[in-house]
């Protein structure tokens, strides 16, 4: 698992260092990842390619109920996602 932002490997420094640069979406991730656990958010495929291996992409951002409002991706279109919204205003958006 590699880092979209650096490229580096994510590990244990690397990971509470992002945590601690990205509270809010850390708390996004973590909030989505008990969703899932729970069941009451369903994975899917990637919407852009069907792959099965994706990620949560916050296409609305971190407030509220759009913690929720998850897009899944696969690690090859969640980081397109985020370069085509970078090049727009937003920036640092998961
Ligand atoms: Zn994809
Ligand atoms: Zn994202």
Redesign the pocket.
Known sequence: MRCLTCKRATNQEHTTRWRAARPVQYRAHYRVQAAVVAGRLLVGP?A??G?EKVHAHHANGYEGDAVFDVVW??P??HSAAHKARSEATEKGAG
Request: aromatic share 0%.
């Open positions: 990637c852009e390619c792959a991706l696969c090859k279109h």
